[in-house]
C-alpha cells in the first residue's frame, strides 16, 4: 500500500486548510488527492472518517465526461 498527502475536502471551498498522510486509493501521481474529508471536518458533518470511499465523491469533471460518453453512444445507436 502506497501512502500520499492528502487534502481535505474541504480545501476545495477554502473552508479547512487540513493536510494529512493516507493510504493511496486512487494511486495519486502528481495531483493532491481531495475526495476525503479530514477528521475534523467529519466530526463536524457527521461523517464516518473510516467509511469514506473515492467513489463517493466523484468530481464534476469526471460526472461530466460520464454524461458526455453517455450521449455519444445514445448517439450512435440512432445512426443505425
Ligand atoms: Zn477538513
Avoid at 7 to 20: L, Y
Avoid at 41 to 58: A, T
Avoid at 59 to 67: A, Y
Wanted: proline share 2%; charged share 35%; hydrophobic share 20%.
Amino acid at each position: 500500500m502506497n501512502y500520499v498527502a492528502h487534502d481535505c475536502r474541504n480545501t476545495r471551498n477554502g473552508t479547512c486548510n487540513n493536510r494529512w498522510v493516507d493510504k493511496d486509493l486512487t494511486i495519486a501521481s502528481t495531483k493532491i488527492p481531495t475526495w476525503k474529508y479530514c477528521r475534523e471536518c467529519c466530526e463536524k458533518l457527521g461523517i464516518d472518517f473510516d467509511k469514506q470511499q473515492p467513489s463517493d465523491y466523484r468530481t464534476e469533471e469526471q460526472n461530466e465526461r460520464f454524461k458526455v460518453n453517455a450521449e455519444k453512444l445514445v448517439k450512435h445507436k440512432q445512426k443505425h
